[in-house]
Nanobody, 123 residues
């Protein structure tokens, strides 16, 4: 599978953005997916993850209640709706495909990565 992330941009604190990740190639719907983010000088971290069916989701404590991950397997697309954005959310956001169908929180188990999209939140 190949992944293409989009939807990043510059937004004021308190604003919203929706990221999209379009997949091509192997069966998108067969794999768990995740959104990771990496701020300058920081390690890449998992922000949210979702199982193949979309029934199970995971959120990092820092985004819980503000971000929503979802997927449309018919459209081969993963989404991340980000509300009430904070300057601390500024980072490059990457979508990634897990090697299994279930939800995964271990970054090492994500085998395919998109190119990243920049999110900048101004205060």
């Amino acid at each position: 599978v190949q992944l293409q992330a989009s939807g990043g941009g510059l937004v004021q604190a308190g604003g919203s953005l929706r990221l999209s990740c379009t997949a091509s190639g192997r069966m998108f719907g067969a794999y768990g997916m995740g959104w990771f983010r990496q701020a300058p000088g920081m390690e890449r971290e998992l922000a949210a993850a979702i199982s193949w069916s979309g029934i199970s989701t995971y959120y990092a404590d820092s985004v819980k209640g503000r971000f929503n991950i979802s997927r449309d397997n018919e459209k081969n697309t993963l989404y991340l709706l980000m509300n009430n954005l904070e300057p601390e959310d500024s980072a490059i956001y990457y979508c990634a495909a897990h090697k299994y169908a279930l939800l995964g929180i271990d970054m090492d188990e994500y085998t395919t990565w998109g190119q990243g999209t920049q999110v900048t939140v101004s205060s």
